[in-house]
C-alpha cells in the first residue's frame, strides 16, 4: 500500500474522522473496508483513539465517571482510554439515560 496514493490518502483521512467521532475501531474497519488490525495499526501509529465498545455498569464505564466527577476534562480522559471526546460523551449520554429514562432530551 502506497501512503502517497490518493486513495490511501482519502481512506487514512476518514478513518481518523469516523474515530475522532467516536466510531469504534470494528465499525470504522466495516465502513472502509480494511481489516480491523489494520485499522488498528493506523491508529496507534498515529496516536488516535480506539473508542472500544464500553459494558454498561463495567469498570471502564465507572472509572471514566470517577474521572469526570473529579473535574479531569473529556480530553484528558479520553487520552487515558484512548477514546474520542464524542465517545466519552456517547458514555455519559448512556448512564444519563439509564440513570434518568425521562429526563426531555
Known amino acids: 500500500m502506497n501512503p502517497k496514493d ?13 474515530l475522532n467521532e467516536g466510531m469504534p ?7 472502509v473496508g480494511l481489516s480491523r488490525k ?3 495499526d493506523y491508529a496507534t501509529r498515529e496516536g488516535l483513539p ?13 472509572a471514566i465517571l470517577e474521572l469526570m466527577a473529579i473535574g479531569i476534562e473529556k ?5 487515558l482510554h ?6 466519552i460523551d456517547a458514555v455519559l449520554d448512556s448512564v444519563k439515560k439509564r440513570i434518568f429514562p425521562k429526563l426531555p432530551k
Open 50 to 62: 480506539y473508542n472500544a465498545p464500553i459494558t454498561e455498569g463495567g469498570n471502564k464505564e465507572r
Open 6 to 18: 490518493p486513495e490511501v490518502l482519502e481512506r487514512q483521512i476518514e478513518i481518523r474522522n469516523l
Open 25 to 31: 475501531i470494528r465499525k470504522v474497519a466495516e465502513k
Open 38 to 40: 489494520r485499522v488498528y
Open 75 to 79: 480530553d484528558l480522559i479520553g487520552q
Open 82 to 87: 484512548r477514546m474520542s471526546p464524542a465517545a
